[in-house]
């Protein structure tokens, strides 16, 4: 019977590592665009046209209720086709460009669900009261507004970055060798008899990684919140 083999499982990790600039490309790259269409999708929620505040409210429940998998296998399997029909021939593109487009979509529901939450705990009396002493509107949103907001925000964004750099596991089902894809292709290279060793080593990964963003971003906050009370 088969047993697990501590040698093998340390040899897993080092191959299995060389696969994280592809998963630390697809999880900055997804945030960067994840972040602008969240903002675009709270301005458009919480603008004055009813008609753009429908249409962002149901494109979010609709991102938020679809398992992230489905929304992979929807997007690469569905949008070639899609362009296709307009003369746009997708079949050249990098997969990494698809996976970008697609955790950025998948992150950008929550994402503008926290910038909305975050912006409406600022007191609008705030923005009042700058306006009133002949402040510009922008002024003071860059001043006053966005400061507090981001503070507020911040705990909720850092839980933004590990769920975008987890997310990025589901990589491998299109194909990229990211570090589960890697993790994958090892374990199909020793015939099925050395899994445990390869998701074990591909967990601990991701594990301590995410550790490690979790304390970075304590650590932001703290630095954060000091700064603001020096400037108070």
């Known amino acids: 019977m088969y047993g697990f083999k501590f040698g093998v499982f340390l040899s897993d990790l080092p191959k299995i590592m060389r696969a994280m600039p592809v998963t630390l490309l ?4 997804a945030l960067a665009f994840g972040l602008a269409l969240g ?18 409210d149901a494109y979010v429940a609709f991102i938020r209720g679809v398992p992230q998998l489905v929304l992979i296998f929807l997007l ?7 362009l296709k029909g307009i003369g746009v021939d997708m079949t050249s593109i990098d997969k990494h460009i698809y996976l970008t487009g697609i955790f950025a979509i998948a992150l950008s529901a929550p994402i503008s669900e926290l910038m909305r939450s975050a912006y409406l705990a600022v007191d609008k009396s705030q923005m009042e009261a700058a306006l009133s002493v002949g402040m510009k509107r922008f002024a003071a949103f860059r001043r006053i507004i966005f400061p507090q907001a981001f503070g507020i925000a911040l705990p909720s964004l850092g839980n933004q970055v590990i769920l975008a750099f987890k997310l990025t596991a589901l990589a491998f089902s299109i194909g990229v060798a990211d570090l589960m894809g890697r993790a994958r292709i ?11 060793e390869s998701y074990l080593a591909v967990a601990l990964i991701y594990w301590g990684i995410c550790v490690l963003l979790e304390q970075a971003n304590r650590a932001l906050v703290r630095r954060y919140s000091r700064r603001v009370r020096q400037c108070a």
Not at 26 to 29: A, E, I, M, Q
Not at 76 to 82: T, V
Not at 186 to 196: C, D, K, P, V, Y
């Open 186 to 196: 090892i374990s199909a290279q020793g015939h099925g008899t050395r899994r445990l």
């Open 76 to 82: 690469y399997l569905g949008l070639p086709q899609l």
């Open 26 to 29: 697809l999880t900055v790259s």
């Open 39 to 56: 903002a675009l999708l709270c301005v458009a929620r919480m603008g004055k046209r009813a008609a753009l505040r429908r249409i962002g």
